[in-house]
């Protein structure tokens, strides 16, 4: 497995911008698909996006568009990049890895990370 730790949450207005970053841990991060997920107080954790090893993507309905991840095998780090920020974008975000390619659900990702706080104020 992989060790994620994320930063780069915060509050900022609506319409605004935030790049979460997650550093991994462990000789297996060129293998793993990464993804990102939310969770919204009283709501299921939620797929945003992921990238696989290859950097093929794929987002969820709610980030096309708005949302970008990325990958550097060379700093192990993943990222999103999220632009025009709404309210309903506010949740904390996990990141985590996972050895299936195609892997977009909760259960199909072994590693976590702890998880950082966006906020998106009206």
């Known amino acids: 497995q992989v060790q994620l730790v994320e930063s780069g949450g915060g509050l900022v207005q609506a319409g605004g911008s935030l790049r979460l970053s997650c550093a991994a841990s462990?000789?297996?991060?060129?293998?793993?698909?990464m993804g990102w997920f939310r969770q919204a107080p009283g709501k299921e954790r939620e797929f945003v996006a992921h990238i696989t090893w290859n950097y093929g993507t794929t987002y969820a309905d709610s980030g096309k568009g708005r949302f970008t991840i990325s990958r550097d095998h060379a700093k192990n780090t993943v990222h999103l990049q999220m632009n025009s920020l709404q309210p309903e974008d506010t949740a904390v975000y996990y990141c985590?890895?996972?050895?299936?390619?195609?892997?977009?659900?909760?259960?199909?990702?072994?590693?976590w990370g702890q998880g950082t706080q966006v906020t998106v104020s009206s």
């Open positions: 985590a890895g996972s050895t299936q390619t195609y892997a977009i659900t909760v259960d199909s990702f072994g590693s």
């Open positions: 462990g000789r297996t991060f060129a293998g793993y698909t």
